[in-house]
């Protein structure tokens, strides 16, 4: 694969874009510590108001134009259309990002929340994962409303304050539109921003990039032994942590079965026509019906197995002896689950209790969620996405797919049935997978200016008056 910026076309486009001060307030932005606990007594709520002030302060037009409100700690901004008959849009992102690991703040190249801009890039926590999302929208309407257009649909963009732990942010903005009738033609929330080479789907060569249209559901279970404990040398019937270690085989060597999700069935069929190795080549003539097939061949494989089952991740225990020679008590463990289309919370949990069988386990489910709805990808925004970054990433063939994280535009699907999860903000493969919630989280310069290039392309197709 070339380098990212070897992907980017019309970088002449919109010539008077201020790439240079929407660097600067984006540098600002990272400098603002908006780490949100889930135990709330921990957080700093006061890093948020520096960064909505940020907000007020970097983007006159957009606050003389819309309305700002905070709900909670998160913010909606109303720029209203002049057509009530059309359905608005939404553009998401968080203000939130998640803390440094202790003991690898001396592994950084730049603090994780200087802003610095060095070597092409800028550096620190939410370059990635997300604030250059939020403030690109916000540059894109600003550049929009500065040059004196109107918005015939109205846009609301909505930045949650705790996508990272609770998701309640995201939660109260939709409660709350619903509350006042509003439906809503398409949602954009972040996901993708990264091109990789189409090997994996067995088109070599083709660039491709991702449009999420659905996520996994998410669960997270609890596995619990209680024991009294006691000498080492009397350990009838079996340790608390035996059980444990037990337990959690049974669930790790009970794989769910494979399935070709929707959104992935879409992906093959879009790139059929691309796609010359062995088995997919023939398999994809027929996605539809040859998906068992296709399911079978990706589990194979490490970038696609996430992507056609139901996950399972042990990740945590607790509870352990301080001693060798002693036995330990109560313990716990965790198991992380990343659920695929059509399996849901209680799937989960049956599957589970028959995996354990009769251990002296309890089972509770610390959070769950079903994955979400797949978003429509025959429909208007689905349309006018493709379009926008059609010319901007010419070479790159963008790609209906799900993923398999968690975002807060689920929240929003009570209000819209179209929730696509797709950043323009494309960087490397190695840097997405290395920064995002690691250390040494950088954007390049370019690339943050190209993403607010397409944001202002789709707001002109979607919103703007020509």
Same mark, same amino acid.
């Given at each position: 694969?070339?380098?990212?910026?070897a992907y980017?076309?019309?970088?002449?486009?919109?010539?008077?874009?201020?790439?240079?001060?929407?660097?600067?307030?984006?540098?600002?932005?990272?400098?603002?510590?908006?780490?949100?606990?889930?135990?709330?007594?921990?957080?700093?709520?006061?890093?948020?108001?520096?960064?909505?002030?940020?907000?007020?302060?970097?983007?006159?037009?957009?606050?003389?134009?819309?309305?700002?409100?905070?709900i909670?700690?998160?913010?909606?901004?109303?720029?209203?259309?002049?057509?009530?008959?059309?359905?608005?849009?939404?553009?998401?992102?968080?203000?939130?990002?998640v803390?440094?690991?202790?003991?690898?703040?001396?592994?950084?190249?730049?603090?994780?929340?200087?802003?610095?801009?060095?070597?092409g890039?800028?550096?620190? +926590?939410?370059?990635?994962?997300?604030?250059?999302?939020?403030?690109?929208?916000?540059?894109?309407?600003?550049?929009?409303?500065?040059?004196?257009?109107?918005?015939?649909?109205?846009?609301?963009?909505?930045?949650?304050d705790?996508?990272?732990?609770?998701?309640?942010?995201?939660?109260?903005?939709?409660?709350?539109?619903?509350?006042?009738?509003?439906?809503?033609?398409?949602?954009l929330?972040?996901?993708?921003?990264?091109?990789?080479?189409?090997?994996?789907?067995?088109?070599?060569?083709?660039?491709?990039?991702?449009?999420?249209?659905?996520?996994?559901?998410?669960?997270?279970?609890?596995?619990?032994?209680?024991?009294?404990?006691?000498?080492s040398?009397?350990?009838f019937g079996?340790?608390?942590?035996?059980?444990?270690?037990?337990?959690?085989?049974a669930?790790?060597?009970?794989?769910?079965?494979?399935?070709?999700?929707?959104?992935?069935?879409?992906?093959?069929?879009?790139?059929?026509?691309?796609?010359?190795?062995?088995?997919? #080549?023939?398999?994809?003539?027929?996605?539809?019906?040859?998906?068992?097939?296709?399911?079978?061949?990706?589990?194979?494989?490490?970038?696609?197995?996430?992507?056609?089952?139901?996950?399972?991740?042990?990740?945590?225990?607790?509870g352990?002896?301080?001693?060798?020679?002693?036995?330990?008590?109560?313990?716990?463990?965790?198991?992380?689950f990343?659920?695929?289309?059509?399996?849901?919370?209680?799937?989960?949990?049956?599957?589970? #209790?028959?995996?354990?069988?009769?251990?002296p386990?309890?089972?509770?489910?610390l959070?769950?969620n079903?994955?979400?709805?797949?978003?429509?990808s025959?429909?208007?925004?689905?349309?006018?996405?493709?379009?926008?970054?059609?010319?901007?990433?010419?070479?790159v063939?963008?790609?209906?797919a799900?993923?398999?994280g968690?975002?807060?535009?689920r929240?929003?699907?009570?209000?819209?049935?179209?929730?696509?999860?797709?950043?323009?903000?494309?960087?490397?493969?190695?840097?997405?997978?290395?920064?995002?919630?690691?250390?040494?989280? +950088?954007?390049?310069?370019?690339?943050y200016?190209?993403g607010?290039?397409?944001?202002?392309?789709?707001?002109?197709?979607?919103?703007?008056?020509?």
């Amino acid at each position: 694969m070339r380098e990212v910026s070897a992907y980017f076309a019309e970088e002449a486009r919109y010539p008077d874009l201020d790439a240079a001060g929407a660097a600067e307030r984006l540098s600002q932005a990272i400098r603002c510590r908006t780490v949100n606990h889930a135990d709330h007594s921990l957080t700093d709520f006061s890093q948020f108001d520096r960064l909505q002030e940020i907000m007020r302060r970097g983007f006159p037009n957009v606050m003389r134009c819309g309305s700002f409100e905070l709900i909670g700690h998160a913010v909606l901004i109303t720029i209203p259309g002049t057509d009530a008959s059309l359905l608005p849009c939404l553009y998401m992102s968080h203000q939130d990002v998640v803390p440094v690991v202790p003991g690898t703040e001396a592994d950084w190249l730049h603090d994780a929340f200087s802003g610095d801009v060095a070597d092409g890039c800028i550096w620190g +926590r939410g370059t990635l994962d997300i604030k250059q999302m939020v403030f690109g929208i916000l540059e894109a309407a600003e550049y929009l409303l500065s040059h004196g257009k109107s918005f015939r649909r109205t846009a609301f963009l909505a930045f949650g304050d705790d996508e990272e732990t609770l998701n309640l942010g995201a939660l109260a903005i939709a409660e709350t539109l619903e509350s006042r009738g509003v439906r809503l033609e398409f949602v954009l929330d972040e996901g993708g921003g990264i091109i990789e080479d189409g090997a994996c789907y067995g088109a070599p060569g083709q660039p491709v990039s991702l449009v999420a249209l659905m996520e996994k559901g998410y669960a997270d279970l609890e596995l619990s032994v209680e024991s009294a404990g006691g000498h080492s040398s009397r350990p009838f019937g079996g340790s608390s942590l035996e059980h444990l270690a037990r337990a959690i085989t049974a669930v790790a060597d009970a794989p769910f079965p494979t399935r070709l999700p929707t959104p992935m069935a879409a992906a093959f069929e879009t790139l059929a026509p691309r796609i010359t190795e062995e088995p997919l #080549r023939t398999l994809v003539q027929d996605v539809r019906g040859n998906a068992d097939a296709i399911a079978a061949f990706c589990a194979s494989q490490p970038e696609l197995f996430p992507f056609v089952t139901t996950t399972i991740a042990p990740t945590m225990i607790e509870g352990g002896s301080a001693a060798c020679n002693v036995l330990p008590q109560n313990m716990r463990a965790v198991i992380n689950f990343r659920l695929n289309e059509g399996v849901g919370a209680e799937d989960v949990m049956t599957h589970c #209790r028959e995996a354990v069988g009769n251990a002296p386990v309890k089972l509770r489910f610390l959070q769950a969620n079903d994955p979400s709805h797949v978003a429509r990808s025959d429909g208007y925004g689905y349309r006018m996405l493709r379009e926008a970054l059609r010319p901007f990433y010419p070479q790159v063939q963008f790609v209906p797919a799900m993923t398999v994280g968690s975002t807060d535009a689920r929240r929003y699907e009570r209000i819209c049935d179209c929730c696509l999860r797709c950043s323009p903000f494309m960087t490397e493969a190695e840097d997405a997978r290395s920064g995002v919630h690691g250390t040494n989280e +950088r954007l390049p310069l370019r690339s943050y200016a190209q993403g607010i290039r397409v944001l202002i392309r789709l707001m002109e197709l979607a919103n703007v008056t020509e």
